[in-house]
C-alpha cells in the first residue's frame, strides 16, 4: 500500500528518505500557475526531529512497519514514563524525546495508543480530550462573568492553559489534547 500527498492528514504515518515520519501539519497549495504541492511539517518517529518539506501533488510514499497497541500509563519516574498492555500485562518504558508533547496530557491510568516501529515504542498517541485537575490558578472571581475572559492555569501535568474566570484550583476540566485548550467544566460524581 502507499500514500499520495491527496492523503494527507494530522497523523498520518509515512516513510521519506527511509525514515518513518509522522504528519504534524499540512497545507494543500493550488497555485494560479503551474503545478499543486503540500506543504507539510513532518515529526521523526525514531529522533523526534521536525522536518520542514514541500512535496509534488501525487507524489507517492509507503507505510511504515508500525503497530499501534493500546497501553495504560502507570506513571512517570527517574526512568521515563511506564507504560502497561492491558492484554498481557507487558510493561514499557519511554523516555520524555520520545514520548513528545503527549507528556502534558499523561495522567495515571489514561488508555493512549503507542506506536511501535520495529519493535521500538516510537510516538505515544492520547485521547482528543483528556480529564485533568487544575493544580494552580488565581482565585476566581464571584461575579465576575465577562464574557470570554480568562486567566493562566496550571494543570495536574504542568501543562499551561487558559480558563475562564470561574475555574477554581482543584477543578476537573475537560482539555482539548490537540489545541491544548479548555473545553469544559466536568461535574464532579
Do not use: W
Not at 497555485?31 to 521536525?50: A, C, D, E, H, Y
Request: glycine share 8%; net charge negative; charged share 25%.
Amino acid at each position: 500500500m502507499m500514500y499520495e500527498t491527496a492523503d494527507f492528514k494530522k497523523g498520518l504515518k509515512l516513510m521519506v528518505d527511509g525514515s518513518p515520519y509522522v504528519v504534524v501539519d499540512f497545507q494543500h497549495v493550488k497555485p494560479g500557475k503551474g503545478n499543486q504541492f503540500s506543504r507539510t511539517k513532518l515529526r521523526n518517529m525514531l529522533t523526534g526531529q521536525n522536518l520542514e518539506r514541500t512535496f509534488k501533488s501525487g507524489e507517492k510514499f509507503e507505510v511504515p512497519n508500525v503497530e499501534n497497541v493500546e497501553m495504560t500509563f502507570l506513571y512517570k519516574d527517574d526512568n521515563g514514563f511506564n507504560f502497561m498492555n492491558q492484554a498481557n500485562y507487558e510493561q514499557l518504558c519511554m523516555m520524555e524525546h520520545e514520548v513528545g508533547d503527549s507528556k502534558d496530557y499523561l495522567i495515571e491510568n489514561l488508555v493512549v495508543m503507542i506506536t511501535i516501529y520495529n519493535d521500538k515504542p516510537v510516538n505515544v498517541e492520547v485521547p482528543k480530550a483528556v480529564n485533568m485537575r487544575v493544580a494552580q490558578t488565581d482565585p476566581g472571581v464571584k461575579g465576575d462573568r465577562v464574557t470570554g475572559a480568562t486567566k493562566a492555569a496550571i494543570m495536574e501535568t504542568g501543562l499551561k492553559i487558559n480558563v475562564p474566570l470561574h475555574i477554581s484550583e482543584g477543578d476537573l476540566l475537560r482539555v482539548d489534547s490537540t489545541e491544548g485548550a479548555y473545553v469544559e467544566r466536568v461535574t464532579q460524581k
